[in-house]
């Protein structure tokens, strides 16, 4: 199996790993995305609901200005609202159960993700194939974890997501979201990160920002290959 492969998983023998730890690897933290925030970030549902809220009012306004009843038009507004509510129900259910059946896992070797509502995906990457890594915080704590990868390491871009850096298309960068405790996670990771630099002689550096509020956690230099199982 290739470390960057996807495979399902039935009965896992450890939660959110694809098999037994190989020897001399353990678990160092595990953690999952918190739905609320996933269905706001990922999901956009608070620009759903603006989005039905405007057309609700146009509707009415609209309806009113044509000479259409006044019932008749609050009546085209509410419904408008019902579907934009039905939306966002349909969003926020699918934020939970994204979340729900993610599992987020840093060992001593790699980072691993297993994620998927209906169809279950597991990837392995070895910090060796991580290039840089970054830290997204709110107002609130509570953040994102990017990992862009080395050399020829790819994963596509629908085969992550919604665990993926937004518009990232031609190089997708995996990434922890909505994390409660993104910064800790934040710190193992650069800990790691660090330890596989130092341990194949690379220098470290680190991911200069990308955006305003994004912050570098630390990275070994580009050139980790993803190692095969």
């Known amino acids: 199996m290739s470390e960057l492969g996807p495979n399902e998983h039935?009965?896992?023998?450890?939660?959110?790993?694809?098999?037994?730890?190989p020897a001399g690897e353990h678990i160092l933290w595990q953690g999952a995305p918190d739905w609320r925030t996933l269905a706001r970030t990922a999901l956009h549902t608070h620009l759903v609901g603006g989005y039905f809220?405007?057309?609700?009012?146009?509707?009415?306004?609209?309806?009113?200005a044509t000479?259409?009843?006044?019932?008749?038009a609050?009546?085209?507004?509410?419904?408008?609202?019902?579907?934009g509510a039905l939306a966002i129900g349909l969003l926020t259910l699918y934020a939970w159960l994204a979340a729900r059946t993610t599992v987020y896992t840093l060992t001593n070797k790699r980072f691993v993700l297993r994620h998927g509502v209906?169809?279950?995906?597991?990837?392995?990457?070895?910090?060796?194939?991580?290039?840089?890594?970054?830290?997204?915080?709110?107002?609130?704590?509570?953040?994102?974890?990017?990992?862009g990868l080395a050399g020829d390491a790819k994963i596509?871009?629908?085969?992550?997501?919604?665990?993926?850096?937004?518009?990232?298309?031609?190089n997708p960068?995996?990434?922890m979201r909505a994390l409660p405790d993104a910064a800790a996670v934040a710190e193992r990771l650069s800990l790691q990160l660090q330890?596989?630099?130092?341990?194949?002689?690379?220098?470290?550096?680190?991911?200069?920002?990308?955006?305003?509020?994004t912050r570098p956690v630390a990275s070994p230099a580009s050139g980790g290959q993803p190692a095969a199982a």
């Open 10 to 21: 039935a009965g896992e023998p450890v939660r959110g790993l694809p098999g037994q730890l």
């Open 53 to 64: 809220g405007i057309l609700a009012v146009w509707n009415i306004g609209n309806g009113l």
């Open 67 to 72: 000479g259409v009843p006044l019932a008749q």
């Open 74 to 83: 609050v009546g085209s507004g509410v419904m408008t609202l019902v579907a």
């Open 118 to 147: 209906a169809l279950s995906k597991c990837f392995n990457i070895p910090y060796s194939a991580v290039a840089t890594a970054g830290l997204k915080l709110d107002s609130k704590g509570v953040g994102d974890i990017p990992m």
């Open 156 to 170: 596509a871009y629908p085969h992550l997501w919604p665990h993926v850096r937004p518009w990232s298309f031609v």
């Open 173 to 175: 960068q995996p990434m």
């Open 195 to 213: 330890l596989a630099a130092s341990a194949a002689d690379r220098p470290f550096v680190a991911e200069a920002p990308r955006q305003p509020a």
